[in-house]
């Protein structure tokens, strides 16, 4: 008799297991054949090579090989990693620095502080393609009214071809994507801000503390989780950044290909095709995503780990 | 009292500074592009004496503005329901089964959040080819859902997590099936968490370049993003015309943040906070 209930509770636990499953497939099945699938495989890819969309003929490293030891490529890729680090530092520097000064300035209560937040935040809705255009005309030498009102107020030495020099377009290309990005550490700072407790700050006040004191010694030990959120998502978003490149300085990272990214490599080699041939070399392009995946990989990892030694304290 | 006077005012300074620099560009964007070219060089700043509507007209004919939309709004509507379908199924199926099983599935989808789709791509393309679909809508469609999994699984997954369960238990005693549960005690619950998830893919789908660049040629394909890309490269020294085509993709977006700043910036924000 207990024999029969175990047999028929077992049936009804793998039936529950089983509904659990068909409940989890649909989601399992997209998202193995168009991410998690495709992104394996082209590691796989990476050690092949030929023309066109199937490349056959199996050569081991020898992709990777070329990447770091073929003058041809290695320029452009070390280029590519050296740009993409740049572009990264700068985000993580300026932008973060000012979504914490931002956050810290909004998490006070005062009449307006809402618009403030909103103005802020709404670059971070359009999209990259737009905001990039919009700026290319806008810094457009002649025309554009950076230049215009630069001469207008005297300085026309300061007004330059910002996308027109080599050790200028990269930081000019920055700053704009700084300039639209900037709402989303202030927000999350806020967030993180807002939850400390006001007693504490009064405290703090009373105390005489100064509004520097407070958010070095106070505010900013505090923040430390939310900063750490900041950083590696900062560090996702930058390391895979193109559009903005696209938009304001072509594919091939004009001028000179000083703000090419590793993005921007990536689109060149293996779906468009490099100037002359025009025809894709995907496995060389899977060898540079599976190289921007390693560094992405690493650097979550090592994020992973700081960030549990962090929650130990 | 008068210190923390001064650091409201210097709160408001350096806030005003940046709301100015924040909106400078998009105002001269959409003034400017009322103006016919020469107003636009001589007087850049302000509002247009020679009122035009030229530039919209030039997109809407040579770039058949009306099916670009069309094409991203379907794309969007497309991807998103289903997202919030098959996602929220996901969830609820990973927060109440308690496995070491469904742990891993979870840590496996929610590794996404941090793994961008992009390094795929030359696969994704081999496979729409494979599947026939490219120069099609629908192959930007699975894309899309498969992107929008990790984040909808972390958040609406966290969300079910702090329902109380006996909501769920009382309905089982009598005797109503997982499914039953899930699509009328859970799904209309969950809303909340839903247009959470609605928002961040939205925005990422109605913005996206990058697919539709590296899959999309056809014209009657083109979502607004392949549309503005083609049609600023033409008109690159007309900025009447220009103007107008970043106007036509910014206006939309816009008007829906203004109206609902509170959620687009939650939603926007979502992937980073902690359920």
């Known amino acids: 008799m207990s024999l029969q209930m175990n047999h028929q509770k077992r049936i009804s636990e793998n039936k529950r297991k089983l509904t659990w499953f068909l409940f989890i497939l649909p989601a399992l099945l997209i998202y193995l054949t168009f991410m998690a699938g495709p992104l394996f495989d082209s590691l796989r890819l990476s050690l092949y090579t030929g023309e066109g969309y199937n490349p056959s003929r199996f050569v081991g490293f020898q992709n990777y090989q070329n990447l770091f030891t073929n003058p041809l490529w290695r320029e452009k890729f070390f280029g590519a990693i050296k740009h993409t680090t740049i572009f990264f530092l700068i985000h993580m520097s300026v932008q973060n620095s000012f979504g914490l000064l931002f956050a810290n300035l909004l998490s006070s209560e005062f009449k307006g502080k809402n618009i403030y937040r909103t103005i802020i935040f709404a670059p971070a809705t359009l999209s990259v393609l737009v905001v990039g255009f919009l700026w290319t005309l806008i810094l457009n030498p002649q025309w554009g009214a950076i230049n215009q009102l630069l001469i207008a107020i005297g300085l026309k030495q300061f007004a330059l071809p910002w996308l027109g020099r080599e050790n200028l377009a990269l930081p000019v290309i920055s700053l704009t994507s700084v300039w639209q990005w900037v709402g989303m550490p202030t927000v999350l700072f806020l967030a993180g801000l807002i939850g400390i407790s006001d007693e504490l700050i009064e405290a703090a006040r009373i105390d005489g503390a100064s509004e520097w004191k407070l958010f070095w010694h106070i505010k900013f030990p505090l923040l430390k989780p939310v900063i750490g959120i900041v950083a590696i998502l900062t560090f996702v978003d930058n390391f895979n950044a193109f559009d903005v490149i696209y938009a304001m300085a072509g594919v091939k990272g004009e001028p000179a290909y000083s703000t090419d990214l590793l993005a921007t490599l990536f689109y060149r080699t293996g779906i468009a095709g490099e100037h002359p041939v025009g025809i894709p070399n995907m496995g060389m392009g899977a060898a540079i995503a599976t190289m921007t995946f390693l560094i992405l990989m690493s650097g979550v990892l090592l994020w992973l780990y700081f960030s549990r030694q962090q929650a130990k304290e | ?275």
């Open chain 2, 1 to 275: 009292m008068l210190k923390l006077k001064i650091h409201h005012f210097s709160a408001y300074i350096i806030l005003t500074l940046w709301s100015l620099i924040v909106i400078f560009p998009l105002w001269t964007l959409i003034i400017n592009s009322f103006k016919p070219q020469k107003e636009i060089f001589r007087d850049p700043f302000g509002l247009p004496k020679n009122f035009t509507l030229e530039g919209y007209k030039a997109a809407w004919q040579t770039g058949r503005f009306d099916l670009y939309f069309t094409n991203t709004i379907f794309v969007t509507i497309v991807s998103l329901t289903l997202i919030l379908f098959i996602g929220s199924m996901a969830a609820y199926a990973m927060a109440m089964w308690k496995s070491k099983f469904s742990v891993a599935l979870y840590i496996f989808f929610i590794a996404g959040l941090m793994i961008p789709i992009r390094l795929g791509t030359l696969d994704i393309v081999r496979l729409v080819k494979a599947l026939h679909l490219q120069d099609t809508l629908w192959s930007l469609i699975p894309i899309y859902i498969a992107m929008g999994m990790p984040i909808a699984t972390f958040v609406l997954t966290a969300f079910i997590k702090e329902l109380p369960s006996e909501m769920f238990d009382a309905a089982k005693v009598d005797g109503a099936s997982e499914w039953q549960v899930y699509s009328q005690i859970v799904l209309p619950l969950m809303r909340p968490a839903l247009a959470t998830v609605a928002i961040f893919n939205m925005i990422k789908i109605w913005n996206d370049f990058w697919f539709p660049l590296v899959l999309i040629r056809a014209e009657k394909s083109r979502t607004v993003a392949l549309g503005v890309s083609l049609l600023f490269g033409q008109y690159r020294t007309d900025w009447t015309r220009a103007l107008a085509v970043l106007s036509l993709a910014a206006l939309p977006i816009l008007l829906l943040y203004i109206l609902l700043s509170r959620e687009f910036i939650k939603g926007l924000t979502a992937g980073a906070v902690k359920g």
